[in-house]
């Protein structure tokens, strides 16, 4: 049987297409166990959401600010900032340990440092010790979250890759939400235990994940690049087939990736963090990866999430001009500030959730220009609003302001998978994506406080011009990844001779398989 590539009637490259099982993921067995095993690396995304949260949230605990002698300044900068510091320290050596010792050791060690951070994180007697534990978690997430997205996707059966890595994203959410609302339950506690609780609970999804994870596959790609091609065969046909080894989309995969590494093996001598940049297809990946990462914290949710801790604490008087906006429309309550917090994160978790799954039927160069379009219009209208507010007192403004950040989340919930980067270069891409979001999440919560206070509604015109720079980039360098394997989107940057050269090794292997065995079974039959 042939197993050639198969185009859409759009002219996209769906090689696999006529290869897949189509049958709902939930009426196969080996799919239901696959995709548990994903969600437990998915965890990952949970826990560092969740700690953003919970940060906003513990700072609204009357009982938090005593223990710490009410942080303000530099030191409640710190207190944010520490984590994605500690996440930055582990950036030498994370992809390192992925590509050397698998994505699964790269998940374990992560996970075991988060669990030891957040435990000390819950003992805190002081700041110091406080924001100790939380560098710790940092660097353990910075462990775990360079091994779990690429294991997602190297083990994501193909139909369901671009979903599934989209929900990795929404689960960021997801434990924001749960932070949101614990710190909300635990408001009422008079002892310290009111923001030791959220803090513990902190470290839960590592303790889960830690328990599950050595029932999760080890990803096929670094099995075979080991050359233990075997064992890669095995997990493909496990998951993707049942256990037949010789289904024709196993088949497929795995001559796929056996050829996409032996052409890296080609040119594995002078892979270096240089060759990120080298040539013209790694240059238009690093441009886009770079970008995404920027994007997705300094698209305005930066500010939002600010706003959202000044709702929160709009009884400190951080803020002047916001305090009057949340004075005028009657926020002063702490327990009505969490419960706002808490229903806009499960609403952008329910929004999030609707994105992932439509990622593949709309295209994900689709969705993100809607996503970036819908959110620069809502930001103008938050601008004036806010604008309006501060100038003339108008109340109405400041009603519709709170209601435009949950029309900003509306918008923002939609982002684009980096899954265009080939095997070789995978862990470091990752961790140059990693440390551009915490070079720009450090940026957010250093500068943004800082700008607010000095120049007022005015620093939202900054934002305007940056969505408007996103908005033109996305257009004119944003590619769709839709309907592709991993392999053909990673070759994708390199032009289609690339991706037909892919595919064609890949189908003219299994042809001469194929042939193969048809002479050994005519020989089988002449001798009998």
Not at 10 to 35: A, F, M, Q, T
Not at 114 to 121: D, E, F, P
Not at 357 to 386: H, P, Q
Not at 516 to 524: M, S
Request: charged share 15%; with cysteine; glycine share 8%.
């Amino acid at each position: 049987m042939g197993a050639g590539p198969a185009l859409s009637s759009g002219g996209e490259v769906r090689s696999y297409e006529h290869l897949l099982d189509h049958r709902p993921w939930y009426r196969n067995r080996r799919l239901i166990l696959l995709n548990f095993c994903i969600v437990i690396l998915l965890v990952t995304s949970s826990t560092n959401g969740y700690d953003g949260s919970m940060m906003n949230g513990l700072q609204s605990l009357p009982q938090w600010q005593i223990a710490f002698n009410h942080p303000t300044g530099g030191s409640l900068g710190l207190l944010g900032a520490i984590q994605n510091i500690g996440s930055l320290c582990a950036l030498p050596f994370a992809p390192y340990m992925a590509d050397g010792l698998g994505r699964k050791s790269c998940i374990i060690l992560g996970a075991c440092l988060m669990i030891i951070g957040t435990v000390l994180q819950t003992a805190s007697q002081t700041v110091h010790m406080f924001i100790g534990a939380r560098w710790l978690i940092g660097f353990g997430l910075n462990f775990a979250a360079t091994g779990a997205p690429m294991l997602i996707s190297e083990l994501a059966y193909p139909s369901q890759r671009g979903q599934i890595t989209s929900l990795y994203n929404s689960l960021w959410i997801f434990g924001s939400f749960i932070a949101a609302w614990t710190t909300f339950g635990t408001f009422h506690i008079s002892t310290s235990w009111s923001w030791r609780i959220p803090s513990a609970i902190q470290g839960f999804p590592s303790v889960i994940q830690l328990i599950f994870i050595w029932f999760v596959p080890e990803s096929p790609r670094w099995l075979m690049s080991k050359g233990r091609e075997q064992e890669a065969l095995q997990v493909l046909a496990y998951y993707h087939a049942k256990g037949n080894e010789k289904d024709p989309l196993v088949e497929y995969e795995y001559q796929e990736i056996k050829t996409t590494i032996q052409l890296d093996r080609e040119v594995q001598a002078n892979v270096g963090w240089l060759t990120l940049f080298k040539t013209p297809g790694n240059r238009r990946r690093m441009r886009i990866i770079i970008a995404i990462a920027f994007f997705s914290q300094w698209s305005g949710n930066g500010l939002a999430i600010f706003n959202e801790r000044m709702i929160e604490t709009s009884d400190m008087g951080a803020i002047p001009d916001l305090n009057k906006v949340l004075d005028a429309i009657g926020i002063t309550n702490p327990t009505i500030q969490l419960l706002i917090n808490g229903v806009l994160q499960v609403y952008n978790f329910v929004i999030c959730v609707f994105a992932s799954l439509w990622c593949d039927k709309v295209g994900r160069r689709k969705l993100f220009i809607i996503s970036t379009a819908g959110m620069l219009v809502v930001w103008v209208l938050e601008t004036v609003c806010f604008a309006l507010y501060s100038e003339t007192g108008n109340v109405a403004a400041a009603h519709t302001f709170i209601a435009m950040i949950y029309l900003f989340s509306t918008f923002y919930a939609v982002r684009y998978t980096v899954e265009i980067l080939p095997y070789n270069l995978r862990s470091k891409g990752f961790t140059v994506f990693n440390f551009t979001i915490s070079l720009s999440l450090i940026f957010n919560q250093y500068v943004n406080p800082i700008a607010l206070q000095n120049i007022g509604w005015k620093y939202y015109t900054v934002y305007i011009a940056w969505l408007t720079f996103e908005l033109i980039f996305i257009c004119l360098y944003l590619v769709e990844t839709k309907n592709r394997t991993l392999e053909e989107t990673a070759a994708l940057f390199d032009g289609d001779d690339q991706v037909a050269l892919i595919s064609n090794q890949a189908a003219d292997r299994l042809d001469a398989k194929a042939a193969d065995v048809q002479i050994e079974n005519v020989d089988e039959k002449g001798s009998m």
